[in-house]
């Protein structure tokens, strides 16, 4: 015989709104996999705007995400492992990018890196152009994907704990050698699940990247700004893409849990 | 190589200073929060005291607060190895890595250190679990893998904090055993609770509490005769001492005690000391006759409570016995008696 525990706690009425919660949640889904048009569903994709835009979309987002690894990986450990004034109010300014509306973001950027930004004029003297290139495409998708990875990463960090990395050190290894052998595959699973949640973030920017990088084909039009430019002209061909989206969605949402679930 | 300490930790109300000789095993023995594990985070550089000095083999580690500039060594660069009371085996590395970690953070190469962790293995007896994961590990085996990870590191100084306080009591007296073996012409400083494991794996004893030494000196005699009410309540061991003759302790005076003899067994004519807690000691007025208990005549000399129990004490022996059984005997101070031992109850160790 198994026991089966009781409910505590959850009264009878708040499965209405969950359900319709989770209704609210799904069933524009459903639309958009009951409006593709299946018959036609290749050849949209295949059109030459459509490879384009997702091509430099996967280049791109693949491209921030190594970025956030490599400037993320660094500030998770300085904010999960070191104490310092202002940290408090440094996590919070850098974690900004969260709940900042991307084009908000992306003017910023573009008062940062444009012609006449902040170090525009340095970049400018070196020859080299940010503003409405495919660089400016990456740094608007790492700008808004950053957060995911450090908060992602800095949570496992914290879990981790240090108790495994004090070990190391009395057995004579040094503070390198800690982070690579010890520190670095204990929290495996949760930079794993951070870069993907920064290259999903990275592969659905619109905001910061049609504001700082414009839209222009093969260059710096990426998957979501050919949609909404389809939109209007080939409403089927935008509901294609748009599946495509909700595809790569599902799968990161699954590897991401994955990770999480083997912390 | 000769450790010095000497540090103040005001927050944690920790001051006190030591010494230890090269090759001896130190006991810290003392209630929780005494500053046992101040000493260890101090000693192994993971926490700077306010005041204090800290040197090994004539090397400074730690330096605050004294003439010299202040100084500190970071743990990696210390030779100080810390063996916990969790045994903290790095889950993603197999057991053979595990202990190859300290070897390859010096620098030895791959197959070098592999074979160095073999060795270690082999040492503590659980060669053939090599290329297991941690996680599939009993307790009593991830301790050993511990006590060879913090072997292999080549340590001039090793740290154990109460290694065997998180162990099943059926897996300790084998750890013990191992233990004893390893450290033996070590320099350790040990954290534990138990007596047993001051007295068996130490050669001096230093108790702590409150933040400061309380007693100190030989384990046997500290263990025997404690001076602190700390020791008096987990020590007050019994030991006589005398040769292993015939399967049982001959004493000085002609006595003959039969007890359990740990591993490795006694050879004839080796000195050794049957040990005994004072719970194990039944009182009798007379001879028990044609039993197989070792029964020993005493002169009782005090008597005193004892956490709910009366403790009888004699010359060089206790007994703990119920109030009810106190009265019952109507004992006294100089009152002739019988300590009665089951054979089974006494362990016979070399000394």
């Given at each position: 015989m198994t026991g089966q525990p009781v409910r505590v706690g959850v009264p009878t009425w708040i499965f209405f709104p969950a359900v319709a919660g989770a209704a609210f949640v799904l069933l524009p889904l459903v639309a958009i996999v009951l409006r593709t048009p299946w018959s036609r569903f290749f050849d949209l994709l295949g059109s030459q705007a459509s490879q384009e835009a997702l091509l430099l979309s996967l280049r791109t987002s693949g491209t921030s995400t190594l970025l956030c690894i490599a400037f993320g990986v660094p500030m998770a450990l300085v904010l999960a492992r070191t104490s310092f004034r202002g940290q408090g109010i440094l996590r919070s300014l850098v974690l900004l990018p969260l709940v900042l509306p991307p084009v908000v973001g992306g003017i910023a950027l573009l008062y940062t890196f444009g012609r006449r930004g902040l170090l525009g004029e340095t970049f400018e003297v070196l020859g080299i152009q940010v503003a409405f290139s495919t660089?400016?495409?990456?740094?608007a998708q790492t700008f808004v994907a950053m957060p995911f990875l450090v908060v992602s990463l800095e949570g496992a960090l914290r879990t981790a704990g240090q108790k495994y990395e004090v070990v190391a050190a009395t057995l004579g290894a040094g503070p390198t050698t800690v982070f690579r052998r010890v520190t670095l595959p204990l929290v495996l699973p949760g930079l794993a699940s951070g870069a993907v949640l920064a290259f999903a973030r990275s592969l659905g920017e619109f905001g910061a990247t049609i504001t700082f990088a414009g839209s222009l084909q093969g260059v710096t039009r990426t998957l979501p700004l050919e949609i909404y430019l389809l939109r209007e002209t080939d409403a089927q061909a935008a509901v294609a893409l748009s599946l495509v989206l909700v595809v790569v969605a599902v799968l990161v949402i699954g590897f991401a849990r994955q990770g999480k679930a083997s912390l | 190589m000769t450790f010095?300490?000497?540090?103040?930790?005001?927050?944690?109300?920790?001051d006190l200073a030591f010494d230890i000789?090269?090759?001896e095993t130190v006991a810290l023995l003392g209630p929780n929060g005494a500053g046992k594990s101040t000493v260890l985070a101090v000693t192994?550089?993971?926490?700077?005291?306010?005041?204090?000095?800290?040197?090994?083999?004539?090397?400074?580690?730690?330096?605050?607060?004294h003439r010299e500039r202040d100084l500190h060594v970071p743990p990696h660069d210390r030779q100080v190895s810390l063996l916990a009371q969790e045994p903290l085996l790095f889950p993603h590395l197999s057991v053979l890595d595990n202990v190859a970690f300290g070897p390859r953070s010096r620098g030895d190469s791959r197959s070098g250190s592999r074979a160095a962790a073999d060795q270690w293995l082999r040492e503590v007896g659980i060669e053939e679990l090599a290329d297991r994961r941690p996680a599939q590990l009993s307790g009593g085996q991830a301790q050993r893998a511990a006590v060879a990870r913090a072997l292999a590191a080549d340590p001039k100084l090793l740290l154990l904090d109460e290694p065997m306080a998180a162990l099943d009591v059926a897996v300790t007296p084998a750890l013990r055993q191992t233990l004893r073996?390893?450290?033996?012409?070590?320099?350790?400083?040990?954290?534990t609770h138990d007596a047993l494991d001051a007295l068996l794996l130490a050669d001096r004893v230093i108790v702590i509490d409150g933040g400061e030494i309380v007693d100190q000196g030989d384990s046997s005699e500290v263990l025997a005769r404690p001076r602190s009410r700390f020791t008096a309540q987990i020590a007050g061991l019994n030991m006589i001492p005398g040769t292993w003759r015939d399967h049982a302790v001959l004493t000085a005076a002609g006595m003959r005690v039969e007890g359990h003899p740990g591993d490795p067994q006694p050879h004839e004519g080796d000195p050794v000391v049957a040990v005994f807690p004072p719970s194990a000691v039944s009182v009798f007025l007379d001879a028990p006759g044609g039993s197989p208990r070792n029964a020993l005549e005493v002169t009782i000399t005090h008597l005193e409570p004892h956490g709910g129990q009366i403790r009888v004490r004699?010359?060089?022996?206790?007994?703990?016995?119920?109030?009810?059984?106190a009265a019952e005997l109507d004992l006294a101070p100089g009152s002739r008696a019988f300590f009665v031992i089951k054979a089974t109850e006494i362990a016979v160790y070399g000394t």
């Amino acid at each position: 015989m198994t026991g089966q525990p009781v409910r505590v706690g959850v009264p009878t009425w708040i499965f209405f709104p969950a359900v319709a919660g989770a209704a609210f949640v799904l069933l524009p889904l459903v639309a958009i996999v009951l409006r593709t048009p299946w018959s036609r569903f290749f050849d949209l994709l295949g059109s030459q705007a459509s490879q384009e835009a997702l091509l430099l979309s996967l280049r791109t987002s693949g491209t921030s995400t190594l970025l956030c690894i490599a400037f993320g990986v660094p500030m998770a450990l300085v904010l999960a492992r070191t104490s310092f004034r202002g940290q408090g109010i440094l996590r919070s300014l850098v974690l900004l990018p969260l709940v900042l509306p991307p084009v908000v973001g992306g003017i910023a950027l573009l008062y940062t890196f444009g012609r006449r930004g902040l170090l525009g004029e340095t970049f400018e003297v070196l020859g080299i152009q940010v503003a409405f290139s495919t660089t400016a495409v990456v740094l608007a998708q790492t700008f808004v994907a950053m957060p995911f990875l450090v908060v992602s990463l800095e949570g496992a960090l914290r879990t981790a704990g240090q108790k495994y990395e004090v070990v190391a050190a009395t057995l004579g290894a040094g503070p390198t050698t800690v982070f690579r052998r010890v520190t670095l595959p204990l929290v495996l699973p949760g930079l794993a699940s951070g870069a993907v949640l920064a290259f999903a973030r990275s592969l659905g920017e619109f905001g910061a990247t049609i504001t700082f990088a414009g839209s222009l084909q093969g260059v710096t039009r990426t998957l979501p700004l050919e949609i909404y430019l389809l939109r209007e002209t080939d409403a089927q061909a935008a509901v294609a893409l748009s599946l495509v989206l909700v595809v790569v969605a599902v799968l990161v949402i699954g590897f991401a849990r994955q990770g999480k679930a083997s912390l | 190589m000769t450790f010095e300490y000497e540090a103040t930790v005001a927050d944690r109300g920790v001051d006190l200073a030591f010494d230890i000789a090269p090759g001896e095993t130190v006991a810290l023995l003392g209630p929780n929060g005494a500053g046992k594990s101040t000493v260890l985070a101090v000693t192994a550089g993971l926490l700077r005291p306010d005041v204090g000095r800290v040197t090994l083999d004539g090397r400074p580690l730690t330096v605050r607060g004294h003439r010299e500039r202040d100084l500190h060594v970071p743990p990696h660069d210390r030779q100080v190895s810390l063996l916990a009371q969790e045994p903290l085996l790095f889950p993603h590395l197999s057991v053979l890595d595990n202990v190859a970690f300290g070897p390859r953070s010096r620098g030895d190469s791959r197959s070098g250190s592999r074979a160095a962790a073999d060795q270690w293995l082999r040492e503590v007896g659980i060669e053939e679990l090599a290329d297991r994961r941690p996680a599939q590990l009993s307790g009593g085996q991830a301790q050993r893998a511990a006590v060879a990870r913090a072997l292999a590191a080549d340590p001039k100084l090793l740290l154990l904090d109460e290694p065997m306080a998180a162990l099943d009591v059926a897996v300790t007296p084998a750890l013990r055993q191992t233990l004893r073996r390893v450290l033996a012409e070590r320099t350790v400083v040990l954290v534990t609770h138990d007596a047993l494991d001051a007295l068996l794996l130490a050669d001096r004893v230093i108790v702590i509490d409150g933040g400061e030494i309380v007693d100190q000196g030989d384990s046997s005699e500290v263990l025997a005769r404690p001076r602190s009410r700390f020791t008096a309540q987990i020590a007050g061991l019994n030991m006589i001492p005398g040769t292993w003759r015939d399967h049982a302790v001959l004493t000085a005076a002609g006595m003959r005690v039969e007890g359990h003899p740990g591993d490795p067994q006694p050879h004839e004519g080796d000195p050794v000391v049957a040990v005994f807690p004072p719970s194990a000691v039944s009182v009798f007025l007379d001879a028990p006759g044609g039993s197989p208990r070792n029964a020993l005549e005493v002169t009782i000399t005090h008597l005193e409570p004892h956490g709910g129990q009366i403790r009888v004490r004699t010359a060089e022996l206790s007994a703990e016995i119920t109030a009810q059984a106190a009265a019952e005997l109507d004992l006294a101070p100089g009152s002739r008696a019988f300590f009665v031992i089951k054979a089974t109850e006494i362990a016979v160790y070399g000394t």
